[in-house]
């Protein structure tokens, strides 16, 4: 498969995720509006105790549990759980289990721009028109049609 121009690629092995406590992603495939990092806490490991003026976070653990304290509350992630952390919200990551965690951490801090999609009846179509003009796949089950 040959690359598109604007599509970009990366692999991680998340049945052997790397050693590294923070790997960035972000440069490797050329992001450029928001933060994207893999991150793994070994048994025992934390992070710092952090927050933004104006990056939200989200975590979505990918493997292990570990626990989200936010503004000395703390919460239980386990595998599958997303969570998003407001800017002003001092946070840390624990993980105080006999495994390892590794969770991706995205950050972004543009105001978001809703309903700026442009959609397609079909791959030969050359001209967008807005989503709401566009049919859903009738594959979609009809309580995920909005």
């Known amino acids: 498969m040959s690359p598109e121009p604007g599509l970009s690629r990366t692999h991680v092995d998340l049945d ?3 050693h590294e406590r923070f790997v960035p992603l972000r440069r490797d495939l050329g992001i450029t509006t928001f933060g994207m ?3 793994t806490f070994d048994p025992g490991q934390q992070g710092r105790i952090h927050r933004h003026a104006m990056q939200e ?3 979505v653990v990918l ?22 952390v407001a ?3 001092r946070r840390k990551l624990v993980n105080r289990g006999p495994d390892r965690v590794v969770l991706l951490a995205l950050g972004g801090s543009a105001e978001h721009r809703g309903r700026d999609g442009e959609a397609f009846p079909d791959w030969d179509a050359s001209t967008p028109a807005p989503p709401q003009e566009i049919p859903l796949p009738d594959d979609l089950p009809a309580d995920e049609r909005r």
């Open 16 to 18: 052997d995720p790397p």
């Open 37 to 39: 990092n893999l991150m």
């Open 57 to 59: 976070e989200v975590y």
């Open 63 to 84: 493997d292990g549990v570990l626990d989200l304290v936010v503004e000395q509350e703390t919460h239980e992630l386990r595998r599958g759980d997303v969570v998003r």
């Open 87 to 89: 800017p002003q919200l």
